[in-house]
């Protein structure tokens, strides 16, 4: 396990990755039952863009770091609560950058409940110390997959699994596609969000076969290219498959995609997909 996030953090793919993350959890908000999050592979939960991790790489730079201009009105008002989450952060460390589980955690509400599960004995111990004493986030030191076979379905009916791999090991995205379906099929309304690099696109491709082909229910495709010249041994683009996306999640996509794109893009014909696998 060499993969340490704190290279990345804040990175154009953090950035599209917890925008649409703070997407789903605003939607779950919409009703008062309570939801629960499974985050199985979660981080160190908050990050520090001046610490010796991601200085070294500076990606935050290309990330997060342009993201200082207002874009316009409509694509603000949906990027509001990942704005927030960054101001809460920031009010106490201004080069903070949260993670996925302190996004999560900034949006919960009373009723709401996280598990945040981390295999990495240090970057566990740190989200552990995050949460320490915390009634509402259960940070826990395992390995994320068989995590998720063990959680759910959770009591609460509602929620959000979300597998962010590291993606260091041969066979990981098709790993990902099995689990994202064996995993619906045993919480049926959950909301299965998976992120995946896109390196050489034609991965990604056969990846989304296997999805428009075992999944029963809703499975929306999102993607965010940054260079148009593809080099398969870079990070080209970001990609997030939601299964039983909440249903204005598409929507809100094609208006934040193509602002982040133009945004975040390292050459000037990048873009995006928003694309149904299968309809709800
Ligand atoms: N979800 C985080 C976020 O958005 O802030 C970033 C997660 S990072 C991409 C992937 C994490 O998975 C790393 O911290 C790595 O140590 C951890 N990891 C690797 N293999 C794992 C496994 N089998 N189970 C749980 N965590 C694992």
Known sequence: MNYRHGYHAGNFADV???????????????????????????????????????????????????????????????LAPYR???????????????????????????????????????????????????????????????????MIPPKERRGLVLIDPPFEEVGELARLGREMLKAQSKWETGIFAGWYPIKDPADADRFADDLATGSRTGTLRLELMIETRIDPARLNGSGLVVINPPWKLAEEAEILLPALAKRLARDSRAGFRCEWLREG
């Open 16 to 78: 599209m990755k917890h925008v649409l993350l703070t997407r789903i959890l605003a939607h779950l908000l919409k009703k008062d039952a309570a939801f629960r999050v499974i985050d199985t592979h979660a981080g160190i939960g908050l990050h520090d863009l001046d610490g010796e991790e991601a200085q070294r790489t500076g990606e935050w730079r290309d990330g997060i770091g342009r993201l200082e201009e207002p874009f316009g009105d409509d694509v603000e008002a949906l």
């Open 84 to 150: 927030q989450a960054i101001s809460a952060v920031r009010a106490t460390n201004p080069a903070g950058y949260p993670g996925s589980p302190m996004i999560t955690r900034l949006m919960l509400r009373r009723q709401d409940r996280a598990i945040v599960v981390e295999r990495h004995p240090e970057d566990a111990a740190r989200l552990a110390a995050l949460f320490l004493r915390d009634r509402q986030v259960k940070a826990l030191e395992l390995d994320g997959w068989t995590a998720l076979n063990a």
